[in-house]
């Protein structure tokens, strides 16, 4: 679910596990293709659940996909992510477990295209962090660069990848910058992405 600041969204149930997620990795600037496979992946199986619960699983699905490496996780056989639908440590939603594999394929191609996922990305944002609030109510669930990234990915073959599920990922990679004005990490966001890898 696309959401505010974490730290000032009511709906997130403040944790030390998602204290240090807040403080340490949402909304800074993600350039590593591993990286942001692996949020793509994690967002996607977050549909119909709440982060806290997929970050407390955050581990075991590191595990089960290889460390969310792209190759890897392209050449998952079938018995492998038949496996993965045993494993409770992961959400065992088929649907979820397979797109993992047509996900990394799909990104495979995007960087034979764009020399890298990174690049093909950030660039739907011209290189550059987007955001702008004052206030959580102006914050929304997607955006025009929300629906459009998530038709390009669904046309290249990923799925779990809708404009709100899409515009929670960019504000997890730091695409969007949704740090209030307020927050004193904002600034440090917007200038750590000001670059394109």
């Known amino acids: 679910m696309a959401i505010a600041d974490p730290l000032d969204c009511r709906s997130w149930y403040v944790t030390d596990e998602l204290l240090a997620y807040h403080d340490h990795e949402w909304g800074r600037p993600v350039h590593d293709d591993r990286q942001l496979f692996e949020m793509i992946c994690l967002e996607g199986a977050s549909v119909g659940l709440s982060w806290r619960t997929i970050l407390h699983k955050r581990p075991a699905y590191r ?3 290889h460390d969310f490496e792209i190759d890897a ?3 998952m056989p079938d018995e492998e992510l038949e496996a993965a639908l045993e494993n409770p440590g992961i959400v065992r939603a088929r649907a979820k477990v397979w797109s993992v594999r ?3 394929r799909a990104a495979r191609e995007i960087r034979r295209e764009f020399g890298s996922l990174d690049a093909y990305l950030w660039g739907f944002a011209g290189g550059q962090v987007v955001g702008t609030w004052d206030s959580m109510d102006q914050i929304p669930t997607e955006t025009e660069l929300s629906r459009t990234l998530a038709a390009d990915l669904k046309r290249r073959g990923m ?3 809708g ?3 899409t515009y929670s ?3 997890a990679v730091g695409i969007v910058n949704d740090h209030l004005l307020s927050r ?3 600034e440090g966001c917007m200038a750590q992405g000001q670059r394109m890898a």
């Open 73 to 75: 996780c392209a050449a």
């Open 169 to 171: 990922f960019l504000q």
């Open 102 to 104: 047509s996900n990394a």
């Open 184 to 186: 004193d990490c904002r």
């Open 159 to 161: 799925s779990f990848v």
């Open 163 to 165: 404009p709100t599920i």
């Open 63 to 65: 595990q089960a996909f």
